[in-house]
């Protein structure tokens, strides 16, 4: 029999604290929450590997859907500096996993998710979990969710080629957006409001899964 605990302690172990992530919080947390319990069956035996996961292959007219790899999630929730009391965004929340380990460290979380079939597994996987204080709703990610907001965070849950004004307009004074963003070479980023400026900071090299709405709109020279 698979010693899900085990795994989950050597994902941490291995993959998470020996990248930089010093915040017991989040360790913690992902000590804590089941990830296997986020994907098919299919992927249970590898739930816990230093790799993205896909979770909805794409087809014509669709992207394919993912989980972060644990590290690279797990820098990119370190970099929000998230504390209890904020109320938090989780754009591209897909079945759930990330919402669940923000939940343990915020107040509330929005998790934001476009594919229904993703939604309704987010909802009742956060469901068994007893996430309490987690609300799934469902929506165009790079729209985002005014009507929640404003954000203390707002976390990225994938690769954007293009961040919508809109979605920094969420934040409340002070909050932070990350994010990776894109290129030849991927990164987190952060971005910070300060009234109606927002300071902008490229963090550590990253990658992620593609998210649908963020893409760079192709320009046609003539």
Known sequence: ?????LQRKNMVESQVRPDDVT??????AMLQVPREAFVPT???????????????KAEAGTMARG???????????QLAELSDQDIVLDIGAASGYSAAVISKLAQTVVALEVDPALAEQATKALEDLKS???AVVKGDLEVGYPSEGPYDA????????????SLLDQLKDGGRLVAIEAGVAGH???YRRSGRNFDRRAAFAASAPALPGFQRKKEFVF
Not at 67 to 75: G, H, L, S, V, W
Request: glycine content about 2%.
């Open 42 to 56: 299919s992927l249970k035996p590898v739930a816990y590997i230093d790799e993205a996961l896909t979770l909805v």
């Open 67 to 77: 989980m972060m790899a644990p590290r690279a999630f797990a820098k990119l929730v």
């Open 154 to 165: 707002i976390i990225i849950e994938g690769a954007v080629e293009d961040l919508p004004a």
């Open 188 to 190: 987190a980023v952060l």
């Open 1 to 5: 029999m698979v010693n899900v605990a």
């Open 132 to 134: 309490d204080n987690v």
């Open 23 to 28: 915040d017991r919080r989040i360790i913690n």
